[in-house]
Each structure stands twice: as structure tokens, then as C-alpha cells.
């Protein structure tokens, strides 16, 4: 029997790199697409299934549907920043929003009976007036970022309402150790690294009562992968539903290494965001009822991953 074929966009990332594993151990045939110059950044792909056509080259992303017919796919590709400056806001709406319709029309065109995912991002909901939020809370983003996915998300209403078998993922922060160092989890994780070593000083951060839902990436791609399964497409918020502090998870990776944060934590004014009134928190009631969804892995264990997998890094980079 000729195995099911499926697409990653955006399959260089964190979360293609899960999903791709993910999809390879459940049977796929699986192909990835990502920047011309990112090939090598595919790595749970294989190297005859990594494809570099352009979000923006419609032509060409039409014969890539026809030649690997994928029955699913994962629209991960997206620039990924809140904290943008005004020239990045240009390339975030022009890279998110564009290519995402590019994605989804042209597929909707050559290929109507696959299914998409978008992988959406809690950023929708802006500075909410409540928490935990659901798939009920108001859509209200407060960054270029955020509207870009919200300009998405409705975009796979909208394909849904024409016929198309279209979900949005609503997922909340989710790292790993492929995390890149631009977020606050993996700048924790490697400056405490560094200063176990005696190669830093200081932790500069921002705001630390900030509270974010950490989830693991590994667990994530799992909710993509079950909502596609489903016969009936529905958006659903992807999250552990447990909210802490930028300070809690610093502190749990200081303790770790066996360092106190206190001795090491500065307030950088520089890196401050306005405050958010109620915690970025999500309620994943909804895909846990329907699609029997939960995560597997908690915050604790996310530190350790983290923590570990930095330690090896620098282990094996002083071996070279
Ligand atoms: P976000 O939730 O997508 O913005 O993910 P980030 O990892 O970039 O930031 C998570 C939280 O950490 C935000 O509330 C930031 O305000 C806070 N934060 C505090 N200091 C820093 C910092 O130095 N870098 C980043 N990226 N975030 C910081």
C-alpha cells in the first residue's frame, strides 16, 4: 500500500523538526519545504523530500501539490517574533499573512480533499481581559505579530466555510532545545549555562512577573497531528493550562545548575515590555474533551531538557 504523504512548512524550525519526526514514525511519506539556503536545517526530513519553492512563487507551489500530493499540511512557516522592529513588521505581515493565503488557496485549488493545519499562536489574543483563555475569547491582538496570525486564523475560517478541511492551532509558548536564543526561555537557559562556566557575569532580563504557559514543542506537534485526524475541522487552543513567571523558570534553571538567580538576575530596562494585565494562560479543556489531547511533559521537565541538552552543546563544542 503506497504510504500517506504529508507537508511541512516551515519544516527547518523547532517544530517542523518534532513534527517531522513525529509524522516519520507514524508511517508518512513526509516532505518539508523551507528557504532556499535552509535545506540543511531540515534534519528530520529526508534529503530527497526537502523542497525550497517559495510562499510567494504560486506556480510553483501548485506543481509542488501536484507532484507529492500531500493528504495533510502542516503550515508552520511563519516569522515568529513578537518583539519586532518597524522594518520587521513589513516582512512579518508580507511572510505570515501572503504566503499563508498563497499556501492554503493554491492547495484549496489543486488538492481540495487534503487537510491543513495552521499552526496559529495565542499572540491572537492580545492583552485579554481574562484568563485562562479558550477558543471563546475575543480575538484582539495588541502586536504586528499577533495580527498577522489573527489575519490567518480567519483565513482558515474562511477556507473552512468554502468546504476545505482547515484547522487552526491556537498554540500557546511551546520550547524545546531547539528553542532559539531570541526567546526568553532559551537566553535563560544559555546565559546560566555560561555562567556556570565563568564565561558570563550577569542574566539582563526584561520583565520577570511576566507569566507565560510553557509547553514542550515535542507535545504540541502531537495536537496538530490529532486534529487533522478528526473528521470534523475546529480550531482548538493547544496549552498546559499552568502559568508561571519568567523569575519561576529562571529559578528553576538556576537551581538546577546549583547557582541562586538572585546573585545573578539584572533588570535591563531596555529589554521591559508594557505589562499585560492577565496572565497568559490557556484553557485546552476543549481538544482535551474532543480529541483526547493533553500534554505529557510539565515545566520541570521542560528545564531539564533544556538545561541537558545546552550542557552536551557546550560539552561538545569544548571537545572540538
Ligand atoms: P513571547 O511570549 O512570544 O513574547 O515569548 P518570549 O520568550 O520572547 O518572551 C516571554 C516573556 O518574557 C515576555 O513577557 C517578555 O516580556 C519576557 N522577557 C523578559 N526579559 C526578556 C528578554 O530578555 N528577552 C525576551 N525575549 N523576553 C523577555
Request: glycine content about 8%; aromatic content about 10%.
Amino acid at each position: 500500500m503506497q504510504r500517506a504523504s504529508a507537508l511541512i512548512t516551515g519544516a527547518g524550525g523547532q517544530d517542523g523538526f518534532y513534527l517531522g519526526r513525529l509524522l516519520e514514525e507514524k508511517g508518512y511519506e513526509v516532505h518539508g519545504l523551507d528557504k532556499e539556503g535552509h535545506e540543511s536545517r531540515m534534519e528530520a526530513i529526508a534529503p530527497e523530500r526537502r523542497w525550497t519553492v517559495s510562499l510567494f512563487d504560486t506556480a510553483g507551489l501548485a506543481n509542488l501539490f501536484r507532484r507529492i500530493q500531500p493528504r495533510e499540511v502542516y503550515h508552520l512557516a511563519a516569522f515568529s517574533f513578537v518583539n519586532t522592529t518597524s522594518d520587521e513588521d513589513r516582512a512579518v505581515l508580507r511572510n505570515n499573512v501572503e504566503a499563508s493565503h498563497n499556501v492554503l488557496s493554491m492547495l484549496f485549488d489543486e488538492l481540495p480533499e487534503s487537510r491543513f493545519c495552521l499552526a496559529c499562536s495565542a499572540e491572537i489574543f492580545g492583552n485579554a481581559d481574562h484568563s485562562p483563555q479558550s477558543e471563546k475569547s475575543a480575538i484582539q491582538p495588541c502586536t504586528i505579530y499577533g495580527v498577522s496570525k489573527a489575519a490567518c486564523h480567519h483565513l482558515v475560517g474562511l477556507y473552512r466555510m468554502r468546504g476545505f478541511h482547515t484547522s487552526s492551532a491556537i498554540l500557546f509558548n511551546h520550547e524545546s532545545p531547539r528553542r532559539g536564543p531570541r526567546f526568553v526561555t532559551q537566553k535563560i537557559v544559555r546565559t546560566a549555562v555560561a555562567i556556570q562556566r565563568g564565561e558570563a557575569q550577569e542574566l539582563c532580563l526584561g520583565n520577570v512577573d511576566t507569566v507565560r504557559d510553557w509547553g514542550f514543542a515535542g507535545d504540541y506537534v502531537e495536537a496538530l497531528w490529532t486534529m487533522l485526524q478528526s473528521d470534523s475541522p475546529e480550531d482548538y487552543v493547544v496549552a498546559t493550562g499552568h502559568g508561571h513567571t519568567v523569575r519561576d523558570f529562571a529559578g528553576l534553571v538556576f537551581e538546577k545548575l546549583g547557582l541562586k538567580l538572585d546573585d545573578w538576575l539584572r533588570f535591563d530596562e531596555s529589554l521591559a515590555r508594557p505589562p499585560e494585565s492577565f496572565p497568559r494562560v490557556g484553557d485546552a479543556s476543549w481538544i482535551k474533551e474532543r480529541l483526547g489531547w493533553k500534554p505529557k511533559h510539565d515545566l520541570a521537565d521542560l528545564v531539564s531538557m533544556m538545561v541537558d541538552a545546552e550542557l552536551q552543546r557546550r560539552s561538545d563544542s569544548s571537545d572540538i
